[in-house]
């Protein structure tokens, strides 16, 4: 059973535009929402996370929306660039355990 | 400079051989991770390590073992390969105690069973 669910699988956006990428979780156990960029031939690493103490996040262009009672989160990349062009994952954490659990990837296409 | 590196970038091996990945960490990180990457699947959790000798299941064990002699090293065993192994596999790790902490992960190894 996914934990952690993610969409769209795939995104195309024209170069200076919006992405928007959503998550949502069942477990209310989480406390912890990160994100990661994987670009081609290299593992994931980490973009931005959010705490759900706080429902939004800004570093630089990019945003993490949280509603903790939806029990859903967004990321949210502004101004998009061909070199924001790669692979997100979303995921979520305890602080009581080691695991995480990753959503299924969003590929994200910007054209110019 | 946080490096987590991997033995393999591409690796090639025949249904039924036996095949070692391995991941060293110079972080002194406790928790150590293997997931495999599979599309439209995401990152999946095969076993991760909390200590030197500790191992725990992930979400799919089945056709794997680990080894954790080491607190910098972490190896993934498939003890007979076959071709529905073949994948992108990515080693992770973290401080204890931190799964509220980023996770650091090394370049994977793309791994193709014939």
């Known amino acids: 059973q996914q934990q952690v669910k993610q969409s769209p699988q795939s995104l195309i956006v024209q170069k200076g535009g919006i992405s928007i990428i959503n998550c949502a979780y069942e477990n209310t156990a989480f406390d912890y929402f990160p994100w990661y960029q994987q670009f081609p031939g290299k593992g994931p690493a980490l973009l931005i996370a959010?705490?759900?103490?706080?429902s939004e996040k800004k570093e630089g262009r990019f945003t993490i929306s949280f509603n903790k009672s939806a029990k859903q989160f967004s990321l949210h990349i502004m101004d998009s660039q061909p070199g924001d062009s790669a692979t997100y994952f979303c995921a979520a954490s305890m602080n009581t355990g080691n695991q995480f659990y990753f959503g299924t990837g969003t590929s994200l296409t910007v054209i110019p | 400079d946080v490096k987590v590196t991997q033995s393999s970038r591409y690796l090639v091996k025949r249904t039924g051989e036996k095949v070692f990945l391995e991941c060293v960490q110079d972080m002194d990180h406790e928790n150590m991770f293997w997931y495999r990457q599979d599309p439209g699947l995401g990152l999946r959790l095969i076993y991760f390590s909390y200590d030197v000798k500790m191992k725990e299941k992930g979400d799919i064990p089945e056709g794997y073992s680990v080894s954790r002699e080491k607190k910098e090293r972490f190896s993934l065993i498939l003890e007979s390969a076959s071709t529905n192994q073949t994948s992108m596999y990515l080693c992770?790790?973290?401080?204890?105690?931190?799964?509220?902490?980023?996770?650091?992960f090394g370049p994977g190894t793309r791994l193709t069973v014939l």
């Open positions: 959010i705490r759900p103490d706080v």
């Open positions: 992770a790790t973290n401080p204890q105690g931190a799964a509220t902490d980023t996770q650091y």
